[in-house]
């Protein structure tokens, strides 16, 4: 049974730092793509940033790029987001997710397979 497991969110002021982590069990992701979203009250999932199978590939949500990086430990099976200079704006439930067709950069929620619970994220101004 494949099990997606986040944890690192929390309440931050605005600029601050936080360090997302995504683990993954049940099967290894290592040859697929892996991805973050995230979710604010009323408002639909939207992308933030997803990494190819091997970790050489990147690519980032207009609004978060140059404050956050995607990262993977395919030996570890994990995925990472870190996020800096954190405005209020980016206060949401954040959720990572897997693939298992793609190995590129897919941005779409239906590219997904697999996703985790989610967890909070809160900026405070």
């Known amino acids: 049974q494949v099990q997606l497991v986040e944890s690192g969110g929390g309440l931050v002021q605005a600029g601050g730092s936080l360090r997302l982590s995504c683990a993954a069990s049940?099967?290894?992701?290592?040859?697929?793509?892996m991805g973050w979203f995230r979710q604010a009250p009323g408002k639909e999932r939207e992308f933030v940033a997803t990494?190819?199978?091997?970790?050489?590939?990147?690519y980032y949500a207009d609004a978060v790029k140059g404050r956050f990086t995607i990262s993977r430990d395919n030996a570890e099976n994990t995925v990472i987001l870190q996020m800096n200079s954190l405005k209020p704006e980016d206060t949401a439930v954040y959720y990572c997710?897997?693939?298992?067709?793609?190995?590129?950069?897919?941005?779409?929620?239906?590219?997904?397979?697999?996703w985790g619970q989610g967890t909070q994220v809160t900026v405070s101004s």
């Open positions: 997710a897997v693939t298992n067709f793609s190995r590129g950069t897919p941005k779409l929620k239906i590219e997904y397979r697999y």
């Open positions: 049940g099967r290894t992701f290592s040859n697929y793509a």
């Open positions: 990494i190819n199978w091997s970790g050489s590939s990147t």
